[in-house]
């Protein structure tokens, strides 16, 4: 509850700095007018205090996603699919889902890595004397979580995979040994 109205309180500060923003436009060829720049630096310090405190529940939230994610994979999927090879049934399903799953895995550690550096770039730029340079900056951490959103809907779409995989084993499985 707190981390979204942080984000919300975020997005609602950078959307009144600058205006509307334009998700075509790159970042760096973005002109900001005279009125965006001095909103900008008017707002320097709520800003940088909002960006703080979204970067601090960001990172304890990824922490936490961090470890189910990986316990999801090392301590239900992995042991699993060796039970199964152990036992010569068929886990190429299982498997196939593990290995794009731990892809995935990998793909969200490096987006919320750049994420992470870009965010804290933002928040050590000075604001009230570099404002398109912080615009820039934000615009870009902007984009790097959008990706770390896309991950963890994959993540989600593949733990989707994974239990119905299991589930089809599980009736070939009942069908075979009857």
Same mark, same amino acid.
């Given at each position: 509850?707190?981390?979204?109205?942080?984000?919300?309180?975020?997005?609602?500060?950078?959307?009144?700095?600058?205006?509307? +923003?334009?998700?075509?436009?790159?970042? =760096?060829? /973005?002109?900001? /007018? !005279?009125? *965006?720049?001095? *909103? @900008? %630096?008017?707002?320097?310090?709520?800003?940088?205090?909002?960006?703080? =405190? $979204?970067?601090?529940?960001?990172?304890?939230?990824?922490?936490? #996603?961090? =470890? @189910?994610?990986?316990?999801?994979?090392?301590?239900?999927?992995?042991?699993?699919?060796?039970? $199964?090879?152990?036992?010569?049934?068929?886990? #190429?399903?299982?498997?196939?889902?593990?290995?794009?799953?731990?892809?995935?895995?990998?793909?969200?550690?490096? !987006?919320? %890595? &750049?994420?992470?550096?870009?965010?804290?770039?933002?928040?050590?730029? !000075?604001?009230?004397? *570099?404002?398109? &340079? +912080?615009?820039? /900056?934000?615009? =870009?951490? #902007?984009?790097?979580?959008?990706?770390?959103?896309?991950?963890? $809907?994959?993540?989600?779409?593949?733990?989707? !995979?994974?239990?119905?995989?299991?589930?089809?084993? &599980?009736?070939? +499985?009942? %069908?075979?040994?009857?």
């Amino acid at each position: 509850m707190v981390r979204t109205f942080l984000i919300l309180v975020a997005l609602t500060v950078l959307a009144v700095i600058v205006g509307v +923003f334009s998700p075509t436009a790159h970042a =760096q060829s /973005t002109t900001l /007018t !005279d009125e *965006q720049l001095s *909103q @900008i %630096r008017n707002n320097c310090t709520t800003t940088k205090s909002t960006l703080s =405190q $979204l970067h601090a529940s960001d990172a304890l939230l990824r922490v936490n #996603r961090g =470890q @189910i994610y990986e316990s999801i994979a090392s301590k239900l999927m992995d042991p699993f699919n060796a039970q $199964l090879g152990s036992n010569r049934l068929d886990s #190429r399903a299982t498997s196939a889902v593990t290995s794009s799953y731990r892809s995935t895995l990998d793909t969200f550690r490096n !987006d919320y %890595r &750049l994420y992470e550096e870009k965010l804290s770039s933002a928040i050590r730029i !000075d604001c009230a004397t *570099q404002p398109e &340079l +912080f615009y820039v /900056t934000i615009e =870009q951490a #902007r984009s790097y979580r959008q990706k770390v959103h896309e991950d963890v $809907l994959k993540l989600h779409r593949y733990i989707d !995979d994974y239990r119905s995989a299991v589930g089809d084993f &599980l009736v070939n +499985f009942e %069908r075979v040994s009857q």
